[in-house]
């Protein structure tokens, strides 16, 4: 897939998502609002804040997943297939500077179906990783240097492209 500027995260929209699955790591950019990985529980924390929800058992936006797990997730990942991002695209858009502010480069999400892990770097209060399946861990920190190097973009020839960006 060949990234156009419509593709490109956008603040509060669309986000940066490392996907680990079956061993394989894949990134995507997507609407913000596929990575509730247990809908339920995001449903169930507005009724407890006393929000009325409309269709609570409307899950068509995604798919008709309810809650995104090990178990789903390759049915997930064949629907939004389209919105992969190959590293080298996304070095380019970097290089480019393809984007409205360098923070919407920033990754907000890393999901390990393979072990059952969410960590989340999503700069305003969204919290994924309190709507996380059953047996499922949680979190909310920077895992950007956990990432394989291979993978990050950000870095060319010892460069960190974030650092260009500002």
């Not at 986000?15 to 790591?25: A, C, E, H």
């Not at 695209?89 to 480069?105: A, C, F, N, W």
């Amino acid at each position: 897939m060949i990234l156009q500027k419509s593709d490109m995260p956008k603040y509060a929209e669309t986000i940066i998502v490392l996907v680990k699955y079956n061993t394989t790591y894949r990134w995507y950019i997507t609407d913000k609002e596929l990575w509730f990985l247990d809908l339920r529980k995001r449903i169930a924390a507005y009724i407890n804040r006393g929000f009325q929800i409309q269709n609570s058992e409307d899950f068509s936006e995604r798919f008709d997943i309810d809650i995104l797990n090990e178990n789903t997730a390759g049915d997930f990942l064949n629907k939004i297939i389209d919105l992969e991002a190959l590293t080298k695209e996304l070095t380019r858009m970097l290089e480019q500077k393809m984007y409205s502010h360098i923070s919407d480069m920033v990754p907000s999400l890393y999901v390990d179906f393979d072990k059952k892990k969410l960590i989340s770097y999503y700069p305003e209060p969204a919290s994924y990783e309190d709507c996380i399946p059953f047996g499922w861990i949680g979190k909310y920190e920077n895992f950007l240097d956990s990432i394989p190097v291979h993978l990050k973009f950000w870095i060319k020839q010892d460069v960190n492209l974030f650092l260009q960006g500002e």
